[in-house]
């Protein structure tokens, strides 16, 4: 047993019962082994979600940085369904990853960062817009896999149409865009 082992093991332990009954017990019968040996790898319990949120967010973090060729606006939406992709990936992905702070992304974060600043978004806001889709991506999906009934809508009254979790998420990113375009034509005088 290692430290990835026990990592993967936690990931398939939260997608079969979910965050809330994920135990360092569980896990440690899952695995076979007895619950203190855990504590090799991870001294707590919080040291382990953070592990496993970070593990998590693998596909997203993998995925190849913008070039100077890329078009901003474009990488931005990229960018932003790549993450949610990524949280959708896991049962409670959003819930793992909110408060997480992504310490071994931060190289990739600067970046991004730079790539949107470089292209003519001015830093304050680039780190704005990064920031406001991150929290409504991570909300968005929070939203939907809280959802045990997808496109249900039972409950709605007649006139209020019923709208996919991807179409508003799509809604959403796209005026979180539209946005920071207005503040990049303000800032340049476009």
């Known amino acids: 047993m290692n430290r990835g082992t026990v ?24 695995l076979g082994v ?45 960018n932003t369904r790549s993450f949610r992709r990524t949280l959708l990936l896991h049962r409670d ?15 990739r974060i600067r970046r991004k960062m730079e790539f949107l600043v470089a292209s003519g978004v001015p ?14 991506t991570v909300g968005s999906v929070l939203e939907e896999q809280a959802d045990t009934a997808p496109g249900d809508g039972a409950d709605l009254p007649a006139n209020v149409p019923a709208i996919d979790h991807e179409s508003a998420f799509e809604a959403g990113v796209r005026l979180i865009l539209n946005g920071l375009v207005l503040e990049v034509e303000s800032s340049t005088g476009v």
């Open 7 to 30: 990592i993967a093991g936690a990931l398939e332990l939260l997608d079969e019962v979910g965050l809330d009954t994920v135990s360092t017990r569980r896990l440690a019968k899952r």
């Open 34 to 78: 007895e619950q203190p040996s855990l504590y090799w790898y991870f001294r707590t319990k919080k040291d382990l979600l953070a592990a496993m949120a970070a593990a998590a967010m693998t596909p997203h973090a993998t995925a190849p940085l913008p070039t100077p060729d890329d078009d901003w606006r474009d990488w931005f939406l990229d």
């Open 93 to 107: 992905g959003a819930r793992l990853h909110a408060g997480s702070t992504p310490t071994g992304d931060l190289d």
């Open 123 to 136: 830093e304050r806001a680039a780190q704005m817009a990064m920031l406001t889709a991150s929290r409504f």
